[in-house]
């Protein structure tokens, strides 16, 4: 998988669906898919290895929904085994609170440790900044989020991805 790649189902994604729900609603059911995974895999192995060289903290990655589901069944297939990660339910991001004891069950893990949110795409924040909360109310730190698609208009420097739909002037790139 590259930026090239995905940029041209983008692009044939937005002929279709010109944005909002639809699109994304689109583009999420096509990165769901095993191929986008390595590409993923990689990124949050370079955080983990970053911070625990720089930190020497342990790192948890986190996912949600259907995205989520199939990422993890990625890493057990590939016998991943050095980053233990969590997964929570989808739809975060029309939630109007934080759910409750949406993490709870993992604290005693995750106490301490930077965590990395993982997800298809990005666009204005609302899921990661749930994950946020549920992540610091476990005494733990999102350190980074780590998305396939950025569709937000300004640049997050904790956001880390393989395309964005803006460039770093705010200018549309499709």
């Known amino acids: ?13 937005l002929s279709e669906h010109p944005g909002g ?7 999420d ?12 895999h990689l990124k949050v192995s ?24 199939l990422f993890m069944g990625y890493l057990n297939m590939i016998g991943e085994t050095e980053i233990r990660g ?12 934080l759910p409750p004891l949406m993490l709870t069950a ?8 930077i965590c990395i949110f993982v997800d298809d795409s990005f666009y204005s924040g609302r899921t990661r ?6 992540v610091e109310s476990c005494e733990a730190i999102l350190g980074a989020t780590i998305v396939l698609y ?17 460039d770093e002037n705010g200018k549309k790139r499709f």
């Open 150 to 166: 950025d569709g937000a208009a300004k640049v997050d420097e904790s956001v880390f991805s393989l395309t964005r739909f803006y």
């Open 46 to 69: 370079e955080f983990v290895r970053a911070v625990q060289e720089t930190h020497g903290v342990d790192c948890r990655y986190i996912c949600s929904g259907a995205f989520g589901s």
């Open 29 to 40: 059911e096509k990165l769901a898919s095993i191929h986008y995974f390595d590409w993923i």
């Open 106 to 113: 993992f604290e005693d893990d995750l106490i301490g440790k």
């Open 1 to 13: 998988m590259n930026q090239e790649t995905l940029d041209v189902m983008v692009s044939a994604i």
């Open 21 to 27: 729900e639809s699109f994304f609603n689109c583009l």
């Open 129 to 134: 900044d749930k994950i946020k909360l549920a």
């Open 86 to 97: 969590y997964h929570v339910r989808g739809g975060l991001r029309k939630e109007t609170s």
